[in-house]
């Protein structure tokens, strides 16, 4: 597995990383959480990702890695816990870490994250929504200056409101989910530069999209699927002939995607048992896609460059979904 920097951190990181959410109650049960986690270990994954608000996430990675002596990352969040969540209140900030240590069975963590501090009226994290200061920062340093966190980060999903955060440069690390895969591209236009401006660790999560990239529904894409606009449906037919054409599969050509991005330091997975591990590390292992490739993805990306107003924020393959408030 090859690694590459987490911005200025001096930490590397597995160019594919574990994302914790599926190794909890929501991708199935712990008997097949573990021997994943211990996989992805055994394959060279080094960072693992998680959050308050993935379920059980926390606990499952706490048990699961307890007496692993192999060398390993671990990042979490602050958001979503105690209930009432309040993120003016320090002490309330102070709790969720302090839960968050002892789930996952450890006196400290290297990055802690604030989770969604990107979307107005959704937290109110900041004090201050010009210049972004608010109790938070201060729990942070405080955290920081006991030894409880090595490095600070964002993780949000917005594609136009999270960049003003960090063009602060304040913190160390982004992670940027749903803009940025096969199809969608809008962290493009102004996340990923101003990253790369700040020299902050960049990390990808959902590349796959939750499912929508991580296999194929030709059949919804042909003839169902009415919540599809046209230019999407049309979208998605021409990436699978050109998938055809190439003899790449799906999730393959999605992962490598991202990594042939040299300004990515990693890519997370959202693997929930073995099989999926291995099959992501093996995508992953073939390299960098050729620039032949990446240009005809670009152009099929260029089909439709934003979403169309209504798409479901997660595309609902599989399900009864006739629009939104409607099963």
């Not at 993780?155 to 982004?174: C, L, M, Q, S, W």
């Not at 919804?220 to 449906?233: I, K």
Request: aromatic share 8%; glycine share 10%; with cysteine.
């Amino acid at each position: 597995m090859n690694t590459r920097p987490l911005g200025k951190t001096g930490l590397q990181v597995s160019e594919l990383s574990l994302g914790g959410l599926f190794v909890s109650s929501y991708g199935g049960e712990y008997e097949q959480a573990r021997p994943a986690i211990h996989r992805a270990l055994e394959l060279g994954v080094n960072y693992i990702d998680t959050a308050p608000t993935y379920g059980n996430s926390e606990e499952v990675l706490g048990k699961a890695l307890d007496g692993v002596e192999t060398s390993f990352i671990i990042s979490t969040k602050l958001g979503g816990r105690p209930q009432p969540f309040n993120p003016q209140d320090k002490s309330c900030l102070r709790q969720s870490v302090e839960e968050s240590l002892r789930l996952l069975k450890r006196d400290h963590v290297d990055l802690l994250m604030v989770h969604e501090p990107d979307r107005p009226g959704q937290c109110d994290w900041w004090t201050d929504w010009d210049h972004f200061d608010g109790p938070v920062m201060e729990v942070l340093d405080e955290l920081k200056q006991d030894g409880i966190i090595n490095f600070t980060g964002l993780g949000g999903t917005t594609a136009y409101e999270i960049p003003h955060i960090i063009r602060t440069g304040k913190f160390d690390v982004v992670l940027t989910a749903f803009n940025y895969s096969l199809l969608w591209r809008e962290a493009e236009i102004a996340v990923l530069p101003a990253a790369v401006e700040q020299g902050m660790g960049i990390i990808i999560g959902s590349p796959l999209q939750q499912g929508a990239l991580a296999r194929r529904h030709d059949e919804q894409v042909n003839c169902g699927a009415r919540w599809l606009s046209p230019p999407r449906r049309a979208q998605f037919q021409s990436l699978y002939a050109f998938l055809d054409e190439t003899g790449i599969p799906l999730p393959e050509m999605g992962l490598r995607f991202v990594l042939s991005n040299p300004h990515v330091s990693c890519t997370l997975m959202g693997a929930r048992s073995v099989a999926e591990v291995e099959q992501n590390v093996a995508a992953v292992g073939k390299g960098a896609l050729s620039l032949d490739v990446l240009k005809r993805l670009d152009e099929i990306a260029a089909m439709v460059p934003f979403r169309p107003y209504s798409e479901p924020f997660g595309l609902p393959f599989g399900w009864n979904y006739r629009g939104p408030g409607v099963a």
